[in-house]
């Protein structure tokens, strides 16, 4: 049977396409209050009201920020806390791919600062609020390709050496990495935090590289890719079902346990990695 969420209250970053508006539909029509999140507020009001009319629940709230921006991170932060209550679910699931290094209004590494310290951001903003909304949950949308990524601390930001590639691959690990130590700092809070690969879904992903080094590979590849729909359900699974109720610290894809990368099992790389992180937004004291 079908998880109720209703009363519950989720955000998902990346809600105007893809997984992240499959997702959406998926949980609104559970009865969650859902809050989407785009950089454009008529694609982002266009894709609440088709989440709206597919879930027949019109409780979907949109908020507007490029997230690869630390200061519109923050900005958003503070609009969903103050929209929000309570919050249940977090679902970071913004992500993307650059075959070409640049960087952002921060001076980072595009893929760096939007696939991984833009949710390590926006969860420590938001971190207060889920521990008070307890039983909450933390779902952080990685993929296979973490298994061949490396955090390379003495280049992270692939200023000697870049690929897109290794770049994505790199920043994918940071994902399980960061949901593994997250979830050994909430330990005893009520709050958890779980990664995911949603599988080869056929989404917009890698559109916005000017270069489309990934055209030909999609393309070769779009037969055998799930529709969004059944990207989004291990991400529906770990935000909603009583199943995964208290499961803290774990790597799923097609909705169960998977092993991680080695590497993501070491808790001084994680640490590390922690602390690093923590530096780059500024925050000394991220929990
Ligand atoms: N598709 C796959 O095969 C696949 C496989 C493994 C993992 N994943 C992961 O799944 C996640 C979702 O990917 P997807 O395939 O659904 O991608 P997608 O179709 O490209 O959707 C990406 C979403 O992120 C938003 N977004 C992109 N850049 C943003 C930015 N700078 N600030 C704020 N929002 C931004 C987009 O919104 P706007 O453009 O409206 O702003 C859109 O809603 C990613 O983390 C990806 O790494 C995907």
Excluded: C
């Excluded at 991170?73 to 929000?84: D, F, N």
């Excluded at 290094?101 to 951001?121: M, Q, V």
């Excluded at 973490?146 to 897109?164: A, H, P, R, T, V």
């Amino acid at each position: 049977m079908a998880a109720s969420m209703t009363g519950k209250t989720v955000l998902i970053t990346g809600g105007t396409g893809g997984i992240g508006k499959a997702a959406g539909i998926g949980l609104a029509s559970m009865g969650a209050r859902l809050g989407i999140t785009g950089r454009d507020r008529d694609r982002a009001e266009r894709a609440a009201k088709d989440i709206e009319t597919e879930s027949g629940n019109p409780a979907v709230d949109v908020f507007v920020a490029d997230l690869s921006s630390q200061a519109e991170v923050r900005r958003m932060a503070g609009e969903v806390l103050s929209a929000y209550p309570r919050l249940d679910v977090l679902v970071n699931n913004v992500g993307g791919f650059w075959s070409h290094r640049h960087t952002t209004a921060d001076g980072l590494e595009h893929t760096f600062a939007l696939n991984h310290l833009a949710p390590f951001l926006l969860t420590t903003l938001l971190l207060e609020r889920l521990i008070d909304s307890a039983p909450a949950r933390v779902v952080t949308v990685s993929s296979g390709a973490q298994s061949m990524g490396k955090i390379d601390f003495d280049d992270l930001m692939g200023e000697q050496d870049y690929s897109g590639q290794q770049a994505y691959n790199q920043s994918k690990l940071a994902n399980v990495m960061f949901t593994y130590e997250l979830a050994r700092r909430l330990d005893g809070t009520g709050v958890t935090a779980t990664a995911l690969h949603p599988g080869m879904t056929n989404t917009s992903f890698s559109s916005a590289d000017p270069a489309r080094a990934m055209a030909p590979v999609v393309f070769l590849a779009r037969p055998f890719m799930k529709s969004p729909k059944k990207g989004a359900e291990t991400v529906v699974y770990l935000a909603s079902s009583s199943e995964v109720e208290g499961v803290n610290g774990q790597y799923y894809a097609n909705r169960k346990t998977k092993k991680s990368n080695i590497s993501s099992y070491d808790s001084e790389v994680t640490a590390r990695l922690w602390q690093v992180s923590a530096d780059l937004i500024g925050a000394a004291d991220a929990r």
